[in-house]
């Protein structure tokens, strides 16, 4: 059998080892947490420039399509003072009483000949 000393020295490493591994264990959590606040910051960053970015990137796409759009503008598109323009909700339409001024006209025309 083991002297009573020898066991006694067993049950101390024991010990020894024992607080060695909670104080590493709790060393390792508080890296962990040191890394974890660490890595949490980086990412919020990293969502705040992302999203800065997609706002950047949609103002540019917008500001692209504006300029897109005024430089298409055709001059024909353009209001004249004395013919109007052919571009508004009514442009399209026939003017009912043009076919009875071109009848007038037309009748006058043939007289004049």
Do not use: H, P
């Not at 490493?13 to 910051?41: K, M, N, S, W, Y």
């Not at 917008?62 to 571009?87: A, H, P, W």
């Not at 076919?99 to 007289?111: C, F, L, Q, S, T």
């Amino acid at each position: 059998m083991a002297s009573r000393a020898q066991l006694m020295e067993d049950e101390l490493d024991r010990r020894i080892e024992q607080i060695i591994d909670i104080r590493l264990v709790v060393a390792l959590e508080r890296r962990l947490d040191v890394v974890l606040d660490r890595l949490g910051d980086k990412m919020g960053a990293l969502m705040e420039a992302r999203q800065e970015r997609i706002c950047l990137m949609t103002y540019c796409l917008l500001r692209e399509e504006m300029q897109r759009e005024i430089k298409s503008y055709d001059e024909n598109r353009k209001f004249n003072e004395f013919e109007g323009n052919d571009v508004g909700l009514f442009a399209s339409a026939e003017y009912d009483e043009d076919d009875k001024i071109e009848a007038v006209w037309g009748a006058i025309d043939k007289k004049m000949d």
